[in-house]
């Protein structure tokens, strides 16, 4: 894995490979078999992807019970 010298926010989606609850991050492997290093921040939140006409749904609460290896995100 390349590692990036500089910090940056970007949107991607993939799977989790690899997750360390304690340290807070985990790896996500994409579509073209790249692979990142995901580090979660006190403003890093989550949500649920919905329908036009469903509401919102925050899981903010239950990132570190919902990051498992083979999760899609």
């Known amino acids: 894995m390349e590692v990036q010298r500089y910090t940056y926010s970007d949107t991607i989606a993939g799977y989790v490979t690899e997750v360390d609850h304690d340290a807070g991050n985990f790896k996500l ?3 073209d078999n790249s692979e990142f ?3 979660l921040t006190p403003t890093t939140y989550a949500r649920i992807t919905q329908n036009l006409e469903e509401s919102y749904q925050d899981c ?9 290896p083979g999760q899609q995100v």
């Open 60 to 68: 903010t609460a239950r990132i570190q019970d919902m990051l498992q």
């Open 29 to 31: 492997k994409t579509s």
């Open 37 to 39: 290093q995901v580090y």
